[in-house]
């Protein structure tokens, strides 16, 4: 089975102070570094082995960080370089996250060039990104992640948006989808924030716990409350089923679609198991998933191990198959277990009715908005096998 892995060049360096950031803590994992900066003799023992140890032909490269345009462009010129070393004839293609505030001309030629695809990282219109996605200096950054996108445009670059969805900007779904598409995006994604800190400083000095943590924890102020999520999924699901099914791709609804045509979600949180999306640091450390860079879950060191070997430890390969053995039993017997699967376990920590462990914290909001859609879903599934557009489902009109 292929694999992915998502590589964090800069750890977690960034030149931006999102309050919600789940990652810029990390950095507190390697005390007394001077430079988090993955470097040529890492960069080169990772791109040989990720290229030779994928089963197929095809090898996505999955750049992210912290801000990967810090270590600027020379460095992923050389990348492409050690990709073509030890491409063995395979498909290679590069995948980049960004915050946009570093985007310049050269840049987005680069990426034209060389046939990026480029994830944004947005929050809606400025008086709602800003409040979350300040720079160093506390100053919003709105202004110049719009003139990334410009620039983007202006060179052709194919590019998505992330959008994070927290505890303010959950009550503008409309507006925020009409944004969005203001922009010029067509291939969109809502990520729910979801956190806990700590009481006190967490084990090795992170305050954004694990799920199974057993201190004291409480949700963090920018956490969206799981209802105002299902409602913001709802609200923009009636709005894209009206007028813009395969103009506009949405992943939770494309999920969905993928789930009831019994084909793999696209995306881990909506799949059965998981296991299969490491993520790389710096220095080369090798963890079971972006979410869990945490010492219980390094799997080791690219230096000393290949990712296959890595990817059958028992201790990967549990934390894979928990992502279904250790739902509840509220869980599995659920009505939209087959689209939810439980969504993402980093999310666990509520209990369920009768006091089961291993709850989502978003599961109102989830259970909420696939009943709801479950209908609309069900009707493009019998479009498509019936060998019709699915996008015959914006001449209906029906309610669960």
């Avoid at 296959?308 to 201790?315: A, D, E, G, H, V």
């Amino acid at each position: 089975m292929g694999f992915n892995v998502l590589t964090k060049p800069t750890g977690a360096l960034c030149n931006l102070d999102c309050s919600y950031c789940y990652y810029l803590e990390k950095e507190n994992l390697y005390p007394g570094n001077s430079s988090f900066r993955m470097n040529e003799d890492t960069l080169e023992t990772f791109i040989r082995k990720y290229i030779h140890e994928q089963p197929g032909r095809e090898v996505v490269f999955t750049w992210q960080g912290g801000e990967p345009t810090l270590l600027g462009l020379e460095y992923y010129e050389k990348a492409l370089d050690l990709q073509r070393k030890y491409g063995s004839g395979k498909d290679i293609t590069n995948s980049f996250q960004t915050n946009g505030v570093l985007l310049n001309d050269d840049w987005c030629s680069f990426f034209k060039k060389n046939n990026f695809l480029i994830g944004i990282s947005i929050d809606g219109p400025q008086h709602l990104h800003d409040i979350h996605r300040p720079n160093k200096g506390g100053q919003g950054t709105f202004t110049k992640v719009m003139k990334g996108i410009e620039l983007l445009k202006k060179h052709g670059v194919d590019f998505n948006t992330l959008t994070v969805v927290n505890s303010l900007n959950c009550d503008y779904p409309l507006e925020i989808y009409s944004f969005l598409k203001s922009i010029g995006s067509h291939y969109i994604q809502f990520i729910p924030i979801v956190e806990r800190l700590a009481d006190g400083c967490g084990p090795h000095g992170l305050q954004l716990p694990l799920p199974d943590y057993a201190g004291g924890a409480s949700l963090a102020s920018w956490t969206v409350p799981p209802e105002k999520y299902g409602n913001f999924l709802i609200q923009v699901f009636n709005e894209w089923a009206k007028k813009d099914e395969g103009t506009y791709f949405i992943q939770a609804f494309d999920s969905a679609l993928a789930n009831e045509v019994g084909v793999p979600a696209g995306v881990c949180i909506f799949n059965e198991t998981c296991g299969y999306a490491l993520a790389i640091e710096h220095n080369g450390d090798v963890y079971s998933c972006d979410h869990y860079v945490y010492p219980e879950y390094k799997l080791g060191n690219i230096h000393s191990g290949g990712f296959k070997k890595m990817l059958f430890t028992p201790l990967q390969q549990k934390f894979g198959a928990d992502k279904y053995d250790a739902l509840p039993s509220q869980c599995k017997e659920c009505e939209v277990y087959t689209y939810c699967r439980g969504e993402c376990p980093k999310n666990r920590f509520a209990y369920t009715a009768t006091g089961e462990p291993g709850l989502n914290y978003l599961c109102t909001g989830y259970r909420k908005f696939f009943n709801h859609i479950k209908p609309y879903i069900k009707y493009m599934a019998s479009e498509l096998s019936s060998e019709r557009p699915p996008a015959n489902v914006m001449n209906v009109s029906f309610r669960p």
